[in-house]
Nanobody, 117 residues
Framework: QVQLVESGGGLVKAGGSLRLSCAAS????????MGWFRQAPGKEREFVGR????????RYSDSVRDRFTISRDNNKNAVYLQMNSLKPEDTAVYYC??????????WGQGTQVTVSS
C-alpha cells in the first residue's frame, strides 16, 4: 500500500531555511507527479508546489514561488522541498503526496515547520 513519510521539519527563525524530505513507497514513484502541501492551524490544506514525473517540471503557489524549490530522486523514491527565506506565515504541517491529491487519499503524518518572528 501507499506510504509517505515526511521528515526534516523543525523550528527556524524568519529568514532561515529548511529542507524537507519525503520517502514514498507502495507505488511506481517514477511515474507520478508529486506535490507538497501544507496545513496551518485552523486552515484548509493548501497546495505548495508540484514536480512532474516525466521531466521534473515544477510549479509553485504564488506564496512560495522564488523561495521554495522542489526536487526529486526517482532512484531513491524521494521528493524534497528546499525552503528558503522562511516567513512566520509558512508555519504549518507539510505533507507530500501524489499530485493531484484529494483529502480522501492516503496522507502521511506530515512534518511540522514552525517559523518564529
Amino acid at each position: 500500500q501507499v506510504q509517505l513519510v515526511e521528515s526534516g521539519g523543525g523550528l527556524v527563525k524568519a529568514g532561515g531555511s529548511l529542507r524537507l524530505s519525503c520517502a514514498a513507497s507502495g507505488f511506481t514513484f517514477s511515474r507520478y507527479d508529486m506535490g507538497w502541501f501544507r496545513q496551518a492551524p485552523g486552515k484548509e490544506r493548501e497546495f505548495v508546489g508540484r514536480i512532474t514525473w516525466s521531466d521534473s517540471h515544477t510549479r509553485y503557489s504564488d506564496s512560495v514561488r522564488d523561495r521554495f524549490t522542489i526536487s526529486r530522486d526517482n532512484n531513491k523514491n524521494a521528493v524534497y522541498l528546499q525552503m528558503n527565506s522562511l516567513k512566520p506565515e509558512d508555519t504549518a504541517v507539510y505533507y507530500c503526496n501524489r499530485h493531484p491529491a484529494s483529502m480522501s487519499d492516503y496522507w502521511g503524518q506530515g512534518t511540522q515547520v514552525t517559523v518564529s518572528s
